[in-house]
């Protein structure tokens, strides 16, 4: 019996030692994860409970010079429902009037809705989608319809909002202008301004913590780590809409009636370099219809043809080789070199012409002799002297993609014996539209190449952050003898020459044609085709615009590709519908004064924001996108009746009167 009882004894202790043992490694345990691995597991805990969200910065709007938005975020807004959320009281009794305002508002039967909330409900559903990508003046209505104006848990009603870009004057411009995409790394990649001034645009996202709820909701925690977001800043642009539209609309109706497959307008202000319109455009899987992809117009380099043939006179004449009264033979149109022809377009005619009618008439075979005969022995300081004009290298655009310029320089691989002559009418060569509109820019600003500009400045509202001046590229390309010579034969081109035919008593213009081939040395010039074009400014006395109009694979049924027929009209149109109703004034359109208007917009805005803060304001002839901003901004709803990109008509609340937060008002958009 001893015996039992001493085993029971020892069993009982045995068990006893364990349990304390057991309790010994649980304190060891909890201290371990107190001491050694306590901030882990806290800030594990923390992750878990607590997140922080971006709060994204407002990205600055793209102005234009006359201060009309070319692009701007706008809010668009996903509405979910859980059906779940409401009561069974408040589902049944509200189910019918819910039902009847989303019929109304997405114009759909009231029973397609009922029948849709119903089945959510009935089978759980508490991410039923309602409203996916919709304005705010939509979402405004929404949220105020029964059940759903509960909110989140009385109501079930789940919102998220996002910005997307838009563009207020649509298509047009839209590659210069520009979009944030994602590259195949998944990083953003910006093209056109978007891109190149996103620095400016995108301003400083700020954040904020958020404690984890029930139904794995999250609620926002003020602490001393809430960074507040930075907006980001607007952009002036030194793009006019007025020109756009008319550069847009003149280059499309070309390629439409040439069949083209794509080409590029540049309207430049001589003065300043500031691009007022920029048009590219290609044509699409339909053929009548051309979109902007592309931007040709500082991307597509290419062999110019006879645009090229300026940089001959500039040389010629800047190192008195020969005067403008210098005869040559044309020789029946053809000439020889190393055993390739050189061929003008039309062979027939005087024969014996002066450089200056060579000029006038594009004539191949003057230009390449007077180039030929006067560098042949030094085609050094042929090349030289277009290096001296900056043709040889980039402009420096603040675009992405601008292409890379190629001149052939002596003593190097690409140099042999035809590379002069060939030069000489605009061959062997690859330059942009744009870097050619910069070379004729300089003679219409008697001689001064500016670099082409796209932005005037950075605002934030009225305050200017960063101004941009015009910057000098080359002080003086050439002399003033030169130079006036220059824009006599330019002149003489419109008025007599290959672009006769665009010539108007009513206002004067200057410039040059060009015809070029393009893979002229592919499968035996099977695969030729032309690139018609045409350079100049107007009017011709005091220059204001420099424009260029490049036109790639115009149809050759009708055999009009030449830069005469199919190049030199867009030019024509662009100039004459910027001139004032009475062209026989020869002045143009005075476009500054819209700078003022600019101003005066950004001024009104910001004068509201900073000082009217207690006041209803007066919105009415105010852009909608700015209204909706600056009374949202102040602590009222809005509620917008009309077309976003529109201007207010009316508003609900009367201005000067007080400001109540919260307040809701309506605005009307014509």
């Known amino acids: 019996m001893a015996k039992e009882d001493n085993s029971i004894s020892y069993r009982i202790y045995f068990v006893a030692f364990a349990i304390f043992l057991f309790a010994m490694l649980i304190v060891f345990k909890l201290t371990n994860i107190q001491w050694g691995h306590g901030e882990y597991y806290r800030k594990l805990a923390k992750e878990h409970d607590v997140k922080r969200d971006i709060v994204?910065?407002?990205?600055?709007?793209?102005?234009?010079?006359?201060?009309?938005?070319?692009?701007?975020?706008?809010?668009?807004?996903?509405?979910?429902?859980d059906a779940l959320a409401p009561t069974q009281k408040v589902f049944d009794k509200n189910i019918n009037a819910l039902s009847d305002s989303l019929g109304i508002l997405f114009g759909k039967p009231s029973n397609f809705f009922e029948t849709k909330l119903r089945l959510a409900r009935r089978n759980n559903n508490r991410f039923l989608l309602l409203a996916k990508d919709i304005g705010y003046s939509q979402y405004a209505r929404l949220k105020s319809f029964p059940i759903l104006k509960l909110g989140n848990f009385g109501g079930g009603r789940m919102d998220s909002i996002r910005e997307v870009r838009k563009h207020p004057i649509g298509e047009i411009a839209q590659r210069t202008v520009g979009y944030i995409g994602i590259d195949k790394n998944g990083k953003k990649?910006?093209?056109?301004?978007?891109?190149?001034?996103?620095?400016?645009?995108?301003?400083?996202?700020?954040?904020?913590?958020?404690?984890?709820?029930?139904?794995?909701?999250?609620?926002?925690?003020?602490?001393?780590?809430?960074?507040?977001?930075?907006?980001?800043?607007?952009?002036?642009?030194?793009?006019d809409v007025y020109i756009q539209d008319i550069a847009h609309h003149a280059l499309l109706q070309s390629l439409q009636n040439n069949k083209a497959e794509h080409?590029?307008?540049?309207?430049?202000?001589?003065?300043?370099?500031?691009?007022?319109?920029?048009?590219?455009?290609?044509?699409?899987?339909?053929?009548?219809?051309?979109?902007?992809?592309?931007?040709?117009?500082?991307?597509?380099?290419?062999?110019?043809?006879?645009?090229?043939?300026?940089?001959?006179?500039?040389?010629?004449?800047?190192?008195?080789?020969?005067?403008?009264?210098?005869?040559?033979?044309?020789?029946?149109?053809?000439?020889?070199?190393?055993?390739?022809?050189?061929?003008?377009?039309?062979?027939?005619?005087?024969?014996?012409?002066?450089?200056?009618?060579?000029?006038?008439?594009?004539?191949?075979?003057?230009?390449?002799?007077?180039?030929?005969?006067?560098?042949?022995?030094?085609p050094k300081q042929f090349v030289d002297r277009i290096n001296s004009m900056g043709l040889n290298k980039p402009l420096g655009l603040c675009l992405k993609g601008e292409g890379i310029p190629m001149i052939p320089q002596p003593g190097t691989s690409k140099w042999n014996g035809l590379s002069l002559p060939w030069m000489a009418f605009g061959y062997g060569v690859e330059v942009t539209p744009m870097q050619t509109l910069t070379l004729y820019n300089a003679i219409a600003n008697n001689g001064e190449m500016v670099k082409p500009q796209f932005v005037s400045e950075i605002k934030e509202k009225n305050k200017t952050i960063k101004k941009f001046e015009k910057e000098v590229i080359n002080p003086k390309i050439c002399s003033e003898g030169t130079i006036k010579k220059l824009k006599?034969?330019?002149?003489?081109?419109?008025?007599?020459?290959?672009?006769?035919?665009i010539f108007s008593k009513d206002f004067s213009m200057a410039g040059k044609t060009g015809t070029a081939q393009g893979?002229?040395?592919?499968?035996?010039?099977?695969?030729?085709?032309?690139?018609?074009?045409?350079?100049?400014?107007?009017?011709?006395?005091?220059?204001?615009?420099?424009?260029?109009?490049?036109?790639?694979?115009p149809n050759t049924a009708s055999g009009s590709y030449y830069g005469s027929d199919v190049a030199a009209p867009v030019f024509k149109r662009i100039a004459q519908k910027i001139f004032t109703?009475?062209?026989?004034?020869?002045?143009?359109?005075?476009?500054?004064?819209?700078?003022?208007?600019?101003?005066?917009?950004?001024?009104?805005?910001?004068?509201?924001?900073?000082?009217?803060?207690?006041?209803?304001?007066?919105?009415?002839?105010?852009?909608?996108?700015?209204?909706v901003s600056l009374l949202e901004n102040m602590g009222l709803k809005v509620k917008l009746k009309g077309?976003?990109?529109?201007?207010?008509?009316?508003?609900?609340?009367?201005?000067?009167?007080?400001?109540?937060?919260?307040s809701l008002i309506e605005l009307v958009v014509i």
């Open 263 to 378: 080409g590029c307008v540049i309207v430049m202000e001589t003065k300043t370099g500031h691009i007022k319109a920029i048009a590219n455009l290609g044509r699409t899987e339909q053929d009548t219809v051309y979109k902007e992809r592309l931007n040709y117009a500082i991307r597509e380099k290419g062999e110019p043809g006879s645009t090229f043939k300026l940089v001959d006179m500039i040389a010629l004449l800047d190192d008195n080789k020969v005067d403008t009264s210098k005869v040559y033979d044309r020789k029946g149109g053809l000439i020889t070199y190393f055993g390739r022809d050189v061929v003008d377009s039309h062979r027939e005619g005087e024969q014996r012409i002066s450089l200056a009618k060579g000029f006038e008439i594009s004539s191949n075979t003057v230009l390449v002799q007077a180039v030929y005969e006067n560098y042949k022995n030094n």
């Open 519 to 553: 893979n002229y040395g592919i499968n035996g010039g099977a695969d030729k085709h032309y690139i018609s074009s045409f350079v100049g400014f107007f009017p011709v006395k005091e220059p204001k615009y420099t424009c260029i109009v490049v036109v790639h694979k």
């Open 581 to 627: 109703d009475s062209p026989s004034t020869n002045e143009v359109k005075n476009l500054n004064k819209k700078v003022r208007e600019q101003e005066n917009k950004f001024n009104a805005y910001s004068t509201m924001s900073l000082n009217e803060k207690n006041i209803v304001p007066n919105v009415k002839g105010m852009p909608a996108m700015d209204a």
């Open 189 to 239: 990649n910006g093209v056109g301004l978007e891109g190149a001034f996103g620095k400016y645009l995108n301003g400083k996202d700020g954040s904020i913590l958020k404690q984890k709820i029930a139904q794995g909701q999250y609620k926002p925690i003020r602490d001393d780590n809430e960074v507040e977001p930075t907006d980001g800043y607007d952009i002036v642009s030194t793009l």
């Open 56 to 81: 994204p910065a407002n990205r600055g709007n793209i102005y234009s010079s006359d201060g009309s938005l070319l692009a701007v975020s706008v809010p668009i807004y996903i509405v979910r429902f």
């Open 488 to 501: 006599a034969v330019m002149e003489n081109v419109v008025k007599r020459g290959t672009a006769k035919k």
């Open 643 to 662: 077309n976003i990109v529109g201007k207010i008509k009316s508003q609900s609340i009367s201005s000067g009167k007080p400001l109540v937060k919260n």
